[in-house]
């Protein structure tokens, strides 16, 4: 798993401990396992979010584990032509390669540690697929992507895309130097990741080694979320078990801790997790497929507007090799109104 990484993780700027005498640790609310499913052409993924209600994981909607996948000559699958409206998508790629092209212009390729910040808003099309050359010769393949929802003001924001290369990400580590911190957005004891968000929110990615403790100041105002993508550890402060592909909501609180076991398995020598939050958005969520919106009217209207191209338009020299499909997307199609 090499994201990005130093040689040396005592150079690294460290997070101080929060005070137990002044913090409130966080307990965790619920300890949740992700299911397995395909996605676009046949891509596997773990929905991380599944069975979690959308008030606990507001402003989020939804998340992805791409992988982790060896594919064979051949095998890979990336997604087609594609609508968004009222939300963000934020892809993280862990290990290989993945290109993007969106109709506003926005695209690039993404390798290990790199991220696209893709804000839909009012309405974009988008293409993610590996490049020629991976599906030619196969490879590995491990990354994520995040929907971070938008509040009904910034809905009908113009589209646009962030290219963050994995060394533009902030590093930091625990001050036993046993956790290594990757902060790709918002702020965690005064480091701020490169991400530009509409929704305040913090994302980050941290490698902990067999054994490590991690404790973390975090904004009472943000949600708390720790999703565990390999290895296994324990979470809050009960130290309740967490393994690959379990999402822990934690409760109230100013800062939250988790922890590395001694021992973990050879394919994982490390717990890896993603630590999100952000502060909740408190709006009706109308979410179908490719669209969330507040109301099932506006979502039947993006529907509208995609099918008569109002959502933009697939580049001519893209248009020769891929055709615009039908409203197809990850996540899972919602009708009406919830949250």
């Known amino acids: 798993m090499p994201a990005i990484t130093v040689p040396d993780i005592t150079v690294l700027p460290r997070i101080p401990e929060p005070d137990p005498t002044v913090s409130r640790e966080r307990a965790v609310r619920s300890l949740t396992t992700a299911p397995h499913g ?33 594919y064979a000559p051949g095998e890979a699958r990336g997604t087609a032509w594609h609508p968004h409206r009222g939300f963000e998508t934020v892809t993280y790629i862990i290990d290989g390669t993945f290109e993007h092209s969106d109709s506003n212009g926005g695209g690039g390729v993404i390798t290990n540690g790199d991220t696209q910040w893709m804000t839909a808003g009012a309405g974009i099309l988008h293409i993610e697929k590996p490049p020629e050359a991976l599906v030619a010769s196969g490879g590995l393949f491990h990354g994520f992507q995040l929907w971070v929802n938008l509040p009904r003001t910034q809905k009908w924001a113009s589209p646009r895309y962030q290219d963050l290369r994995a060394r533009e990400v902030t590093m930091a580590s625990s001050p036993d130097g046993g956790a290594l911190l990757r902060i790709i957005a918002g702020e965690v004891a005064g480091h701020t990741g490169p991400g530009s968000t509409y929704t305040p929110m913090t994302l980050i990615h941290a490698t902990l080694s067999p054994g490590a403790r991690l404790s973390l100041p975090w904004r009472a105002d943000y949600n708390a979320l720790i999703y565990a993508m390999a290895g296994q550890g324990t979470v809050g402060a009960e130290a309740r078990p967490i393994g690959t592909g379990q999402l822990a909501v934690f409760g109230p609180g100013d800062a939250i801790t988790l922890a590395a076991l001694p021992v973990q398995e050879s394919r994982s020598p490390n717990l890896d997790v993603l630590i999100l939050g952000g502060r909740p958005i408190g709006e009706p969520v109308a979410w179908m497929g490719p669209f969330v919106m507040n109301t099932r009217e506006e979502v039947m209207q993006a529907v509208a507007d995609y099918q008569a191209g109002r959502l933009g338009t697939i580049p001519a020299v893209m248009a020769v090799h891929n055709t615009p499909t039908t409203v197809v997307e990850s996540g899972q199609p919602r009708n009406g109104e919830t949250g």
């Not at 993924?45 to 599944?50: E, H, P, S």
């Not at 507001?58 to 791409?66: C, E, G, I, L, T």
């Open 38 to 70: 395909l996605e676009g052409e046949g891509f596997p993924v773990r929905r991380a979010f599944a069975g979690v209600d959308l008030a606990d994981i507001d402003p989020f909607v939804h998340m992805d584990q791409m992988g982790e996948v060896e």
